[in-house]
T-cell receptor, first 109, second 112 residues
Framework: AQRVTQPEKLLSVFKGAPVELKCNYS??????LFWYVQYSRQRLQLLLR??SRESIKGFTADLNKGETSFHLKKPFAQEEDSAMYYC???????????FGTGTRLTIIP | NAGVTQTPKFRVLKTGQSMTLLCAQD?????MYWYRQDPGMGLRLIHY???????AKGEVPDGYNVSRLKKQNFLLGLESAAPSQTSVYFC???????????FGSGTRLTVV
């Protein structure tokens, strides 16, 4: 069965410092990987999907199949990045995503 | 365009009481899901539906029932609430050709 691991429950970073939120997965086939974000008092929303290869709000994520990772990165953290971040995995033929346990990111002013 | 609407937003139940959470979407999405969010455990799938009249069990279905009589609505029922069901419940919908989930704003349920 597929599994998504986010090893850090909490992560604090100073404003202006680089951010990296870790995500590792286990799945034997070709996965689709996503990052979802939940800002305070807001609903979960899609931040990134690996097939899009895009940068949203300065965040990027690269799928590394060799290391089975999909880490989320941003070179310079901003206070508005404070939120809960979830990594999620899906695959062709499966109607549902498997979510990790989430990482709460706090940006220190 | 409301997206995904959940009602109620908050509820306190006594052990053994029953209730129904309603999820409504106006995007004509085929797939709908119910997740629960607990500290340290992330989002866990309770039940889901791939179309009107269909339902399927997720990761943690025990103690819950669901129905999808209309495409736009997905109901989650608790027949006899237990303190272990204290959680934040999220509904989501998805078109059948992508994983672009749209989430509702959540229902915070406390069972005392």
């Amino acid at each position: 069965a597929q599994r998504v691991t986010q090893p850090e429950k909490l992560l604090s970073v100073f404003k202006g410092a680089p951010v990296e939120l870790k995500c590792n997965y286990s799945y034997s086939g070709s996965p689709e990987l996503f990052w979802y974000v939940q800002y305070s008092r807001q609903r979960l929303q899609l931040l990134l999907r690996h097939i899009s290869r895009e940068s949203i709000k300065g965040f990027t994520a690269d799928l590394n199949k060799g290391e089975t990772s999909f880490h989320l990165k941003k070179p310079f953290a901003q206070e508005e990045d404070s939120a809960m971040y979830y990594c999620a995995l899906g695959y062709f033929g499966n109607e549902k995503l498997t979510f990790g346990t989430g990482t709460r990111l706090t940006i220190i002013p | 365009n409301a997206g995904v609407t959940q009602t109620p937003k908050f509820r306190v139940l006594k052990t053994g009481q029953s209730m129904t959470l309603l999820c409504a979407q106006d995007m004509n999405h085929e797939y709908m899901y119910w997740y629960r969010q607990d500290p340290g455990m992330g989002l866990r799938l309770i039940h889901y539906s791939v179309g009107e009249g269909t339902t399927a069990k997720g990761e943690v279905p025990d103690g819950y029932n669901v129905s999808r009589l209309k495409k736009q609505n997905f109901l989650l029922g608790l027949e006899s609430a237990a303190p272990s069901q204290t959680s934040v419940y999220f509904c989501a919908s998805n078109p059948s050709d992508s994983y672009g989930y749209t989430f509702g704003s959540g229902t915070r349920l406390t069972v005392v």
